[in-house]
C-alpha cells in the first residue's frame, strides 16, 4: 500500500489482499512464502489462477467425476481445451510433487530427510505435508493426490475468502468518509503509531472495528452454495418433521445473512446493526454464519479473524481510499453469481481505488 499511495495510480484492491493473505497462508502451510506482495506479476497470475478455478466450481459441483477426468488427461490437451482447468491442474501438479517428497522423507528414502536438522535453516514447526502424513487418517486418505486436494482446498480457503473480505470492507469504508474516521479515531486509542499494529486482544476489544468486520464478513456473501449434510443411517428430526436418513440437508449462508427479517436493510453497509444492546446482539450473533456452524465450520476461523483484525488495523489507520469515478457497485461489487462463492457479474471491473497516506 505504501508504494502504490506513492505511484498515485488507481488499481484493483484485491489483488493487494490477496498477495498478502496468500503469503499467510503459504507460511502457516508449507513453512514458506511465495513473496506475492513483492512480485506484481507473480500476484496477478496467481489471482488469475484462482478466478479461474472458481469459475469451475459450478461444473465439478455438479458432476463429481469431472475432477478426476480432467487430471486423468494429457497436460497439453486440457491446456487446449481449457486454460482455466490447466491452471487448476498446474497448481494441483505441484502440490502432489510436495505430498509426494514428503511421503518419501516419512518413509526415510530421502535424502533430505536423512540430513541432520540444522536448527538455524530448518523449520521447527511441521508443514501441513507432515501434519496429514503423521496422522492417524487412513492408508487412503495419506495418498499423495488426496493430500494435493486437501492443501490446495486450505491454501483457497485460506487466502481468497480474506482477500475478498478485506476488498470489501475498502469499499464501504470508501464510500462513508464519516465510517472511516470513526474508525481511525478508535484505532487511535490503542495504537499510538499507526505503522505499529496493536496487539491482538487489544484489537478484538475495540467494538467498532469489530463491527466493521461483521458487517464486511456478513455482506461478502462468502459461500454463496449450499453445503448438504447427510445423515447416513438414522432419521433426522426437525419441529414436527421427520427427515429420512440419506437425505441431504442444507442451507444458503448468504441468504440467511440477507433476509430483511434477520437484518433489516440487508444490502446496506450497517456496521451500527453490531453495537445494539446485549440482547440484540445475541439474537444477531445466532444468525451470524459466515464460517458455517457444526461439523462442518471453517477449522481455519481463528487465524481469519486474527488476519482481519490485524489487516483491518494496519491498513486503514494509515490509508484512505479514493473510489474509481467510473464503479458501479451493481456492476462491480454486487453478488450476482453463484459459482460456490459468492460473484459479482461477469462484466465486474473490480474494486478499483486510489490510495494516499491518511493525515
Request: aromatic fraction near 8%.
Amino acid at each position: 500500500m505504501e508504494e502504490m499511495s506513492k505511484a498515485g495510480d488507481t488499481f484493483e484492491v484485491v489483488l493487494q489482499y490477496l498477495a498478502w493473505s496468500t503469503d499467510i497462508a503459504f507460511l502457516y502451510l508449507e513453512n514458506k512464502r511465495p513473496g506475492l506482495l513483492k512480485d506484481e506479476k507473480k500476484a496477478r497470475a496467481w489471482a488469475e489462477a484462482l478466478s479461474s478455478i472458481v469459475e469451475s466450481l459450478i461444473i465439478q459441483k455438479q458432476i463429481p467425476l469431472f475432477t478426476p477426468m480432467v487430471f486423468s488427461l494429457p497436460e497439453w490437451l486440457v491446456k487446449a481445451v481449457s486454460s482455466t482447468l490447466f491452471c487448476f491442474v498446474e497448481i494441483h501438479k505441484d502440490m502432489k510433487s510436495s505430498a509426494n517428497s514428503a511421503l518419501a522423507a516419512r518413509s526415510g528414502t530421502s535424502a533430505e530427510h536423512k540430513k541432520p536438522l540444522d536448527p538455524c535453516t530448518e523449520p521447527t514447526k511441521p508443514d501441513v505435508y507432515q501434519t496429514i502424513i503423521e496422522s492417524d487418517l487412513p492408508p487412503p486418505e495419506k495418498e499423495a493426490g488426496r493430500i494435493a486436494q486437501e492443501v490446495f482446498t486450505l491454501l483457497f480457503a485460506g487466502s481468497s475468502s480474506t482477500a475478498r473480505v478485506m476488498a470489501r470492507a475498502t469499499f464501504h469504508l470508501a464510500s462513508n468518509p464519516p465510517m472511516m474516521d470513526r474508525l481511525r479515531q478508535e484505532l487511535k486509542t490503542v495504537m499510538d503509531d499507526p505503522s505499529e499494529v496493536s496487539e491482538l486482544e487489544h484489537l478484538e476489544a475495540l467494538p467498532y472495528l469489530t463491527a466493521v468486520i461483521k458487517e464486511s464478513l456478513r455482506m461478502t456473501g462468502l459461500v454463496s452454495s449450499r453445503s448438504p449434510l447427510i445423515s447416513p443411517n438414522e432419521p433426522l428430526r426437525y419441529g414436527t418433521w421427520d427427515i429420512p436418513a440419506k437425505t441431504p440437508v442444507s442451507m444458503t449462508l448468504s441468504s440467511i445473512h440477507t433476509n430483511p427479517s434477520i437484518f433489516p436493510d440487508p444490502y446496506a453497509f450497517l456496521p451500527e446493526r453490531w453495537l445494539g444492546t446485549p440482547d440484540e446482539q445475541a439474537r444477531l450473533e445466532k444468525f451470524f454464519v459466515p464460517f458455517g456452524r457444526g461439523q462442518r465450520m471453517c477449522f481455519g476461523i481463528n487465524l481469519a479473524w486474527a488476519q482481519l483484525y490485524i489487516g483491518a488495523a494496519s491498513v486503514f489507520s494509515q490509508f484512505d481510499f479514493e473510489l474509481d469515478g467510473d464503479m458501479d457497485r451493481r456492476r462491480d461489487v454486487d453478488i450476482t453469481r453463484d459459482c460456490f462463492l459468492g460473484e459479482p457479474s461477469r462484466r465486474s471491473r473490480g474494486i478499483r481505488v486510489k490510495v494516499r497516506k491518511a493525515v
